[in-house]
Each structure stands twice: as C-alpha cells, then as structure tokens.
C-alpha cells in the first residue's frame, strides 16, 4: 500500500534529521506532533542537497545534483517518489501548497556551491544566503501556521532574517573547513587569511542585528511552533556567544561546538523562559 510506503519515507526522513543534526533534532522534538513530521521532511530534503555538494568528493557531484534534481521535479509533478526523501518531502510540498520559486532558489544555491568558491560582492552574497536559508526558513514557516498566508505574510521577513542568522553562524563557526577542505568563502570584503577583530565584529553585529528581528516574529508564531524555534534561536545564540570570545585567529582554526550537556542545559533554561513568558 501506498500509506506503508510514506510511513518508511517519514522514518527515513526522520533518521537523516536525528542523524546529521543533534541540535536541530532536539530542536524539532520540541514542535507540536501535529507538524513535526513535515518538518522532518523538509530538513531531509535540504540536507540530501546539501550533502550532495558538501560531501561526496570521491564522485561526480555534477552528475548526482543534476539526477537528483531531475528526481525532485518527478516527485513534485507525480506527487511520489521513489527516493523516499523525495516521497516525504513532495507530500508536505503539496500538503502546504509551498512556494515552486522557493525550492528553485534552494536548488540554485546549492548548484553554486558545486563551483562557485567565494562571493566578492554584497549582492552575491545575499543571493547565495536567500536561496541557502532564508527560504528554507519559509517552507518551515508555512508548516508553522499551517498554511494561513495572511499569518505567513506577517511573520515572513523575521523568518527570513532568522535563517540568515542561522546560515552567517554556521558559515562563522564553519571558517576552517569551508576554507581549508572546500576552498570556499561566503563572507564579501573579508580576507580570511588575516581575519582580523574588526572583520569578526562586523560580521557578528550583522547576525545579531538578523536574529534581533528574528525573535520578534518568533514571539508571533503559532503555540505549536513557537517553543520549538526559540529553541533553535537559543542553541544559535549560544554558538554566537562562543564566536564573540574567540579570538578571531583561533576561529579561523578550529570548529567551536556547543557540547551535548550544553544543548540540554539550554533546552532546561529555554523552557523556563518560555513558560514565565521572559522571551
């Protein structure tokens, strides 16, 4: 039966989000049951992409990006697939009525990166930020209201600049390997071969001005979202804070976490601040 088929493509979908990502598993656990599936299904999709021009080294990744991506307009036209990442993530595609130009700017940044190795000016940048995060942020926030556009329209540009917040810590915390191991770098008008500390303040005041904006429209979203992303918006945070008192050399060399006792210490202090309303 097809139902059985979905469930195995949900549970697949659901072990690549608790398999690549302990923070944003914890995170999504948090959601109310009603749409964490869908969001599942959504991370299974980014991250298959992701990991295609990310990771695969030892294959030709033009050809696996161009089959993959023949294999996502065949799941979004015939409604399955029989990637089951795919067959989840057609189904909350549909089940939502998210935007086509939306996974067609996720798709284009990622082709980018499988050449593109440093972004010289602002514009590029933020191109490559829009189609990398901030949509992503928008398929997640049409689950949030599940489907309501006059609510998705409201909270769609602190959506926007929380998963830009998101994808500038990650590129922040993620100096080293991006440099070294893929010879790329997302940040204009930064020489990351003398990261200086000015470079780093501009770089984090950027983000906190993003996620400034974020947290507002987390405070308006739905209550089955909301403390799921505060979560996330705090695990971040938390990760920024670090970047802050690092010096800039030492960033540029190691990769600075967030260990695992951290992660639930967070999850404890989040809780409380959400229940006394102290966001």
Same mark, same amino acid.
């Given at each position: 039966?097809?139902?059985?088929?979905?469930?195995?493509?949900?549970?697949? !979908?659901?072990?690549? @989000?608790?398999?690549? #990502?302990? !923070?944003?598993?914890?995170? @999504?656990?948090?959601?109310?049951?009603?749409?964490?599936?869908?969001?599942?299904?959504?991370?299974?999709?980014?991250?298959?992409?992701? =990991?295609?021009?990310?990771?695969?080294?030892?294959?030709?990744?033009?050809?696996?990006?161009?089959?993959?991506?023949? $294999?996502? =307009?065949?799941?979004? %036209?015939?409604?399955? #697939?029989? +990637?089951?990442?795919? +067959?989840?993530?057609? =189904?909350?595609?549909?089940?939502?009525?998210?935007?086509?130009?939306?996974?067609?700017?996720?798709? /284009? #940044?990622?082709?980018?990166?499988?050449? *593109?190795?440093?972004?010289?000016t602002e514009a590029d940048y933020k191109m490559y930020i829009y189609g990398s995060a901030d949509?992503?942020?928008?398929?997640?926030?049409?689950?949030?209201?599940?489907?309501?556009?006059?609510?998705?329209? @409201?909270?769609?540009? #602190?959506?926007? !600049?929380?998963?830009?917040?998101?994808?500038?810590? +990650?590129?922040?915390? $993620?100096l080293k390997a991006d440099y070294e191991d893929l010879s790329r770098t997302y940040f204009p008008?930064?020489?990351?071969?003398?990261?200086?500390?000015?470079?780093? /303040?501009?770089?984090? $005041?950027?983000?906190?001005? $993003?996620?400034?904006?974020?947290?507002?429209?987390?405070?308006?979203?739905?209550?089955?979202?909301?403390?799921?992303?505060?979560?996330?918006?705090?695990?971040?945070?938390?990760?920024?804070?670090?970047? *802050?008192? %690092?010096?800039?050399?030492?960033?540029?060399? %190691?990769?600075?976490?967030?260990? +695992?006792?951290? *992660?639930? =210490?967070?999850?404890?202090?989040?809780?409380?601040?959400?229940?006394?309303?102290?966001?």
């Amino acid at each position: 039966m097809k139902q059985l088929f979905d469930t195995v493509s949900h549970r697949c !979908s659901k072990a690549v @989000t608790n398999s690549y #990502s302990t !923070s944003f598993s914890l995170a @999504t656990k948090m959601l109310a049951n009603s749409i964490r599936q869908d969001i599942y299904n959504i991370y299974g999709f980014v991250r298959f992409a992701d =990991e295609i021009v990310d990771s695969f080294h030892d294959y030709d990744k033009q050809m696996l990006f161009d089959r993959f991506e023949e $294999d996502l =307009e065949m799941a979004l %036209t015939q409604k399955i #697939s029989l +990637n089951p990442i795919l +067959n989840s993530f057609q =189904e909350t595609f549909h089940k939502y009525s998210l935007d086509k130009h939306l996974v067609d700017a996720f798709m /284009k #940044s990622m082709r980018l990166d499988l050449h *593109k190795s440093d972004y010289l000016t602002e514009a590029d940048y933020k191109m490559y930020i829009y189609g990398s995060a901030d949509v992503v942020g928008l398929m997640c926030l049409k689950v949030f209201v599940k489907g309501d556009q006059n609510k998705y329209e @409201t909270l769609k540009e #602190s959506a926007m !600049s929380l998963g830009s917040a998101f994808q500038k810590v +990650n590129f922040l915390r $993620d100096l080293k390997a991006d440099y070294e191991d893929l010879s790329r770098t997302y940040f204009p008008n930064t020489n990351l071969n003398h990261l200086d500390e000015a470079s780093k /303040k501009a770089i984090i $005041d950027d983000i906190e001005h $993003d996620f400034a904006l974020g947290l507002k429209g987390i405070k308006e979203l739905p209550i089955e979202a909301k403390f799921g992303v505060f979560m996330a918006y705090r695990y971040y945070n938390q990760l920024l804070k670090k970047l *802050k008192n %690092t010096p800039a050399l030492d960033i540029k060399s %190691t990769r600075i976490r967030v260990p +695992n006792y951290k *992660k639930f =210490e967070l999850l404890t202090r989040s809780y409380v601040k959400y229940q006394l309303n102290l966001m």
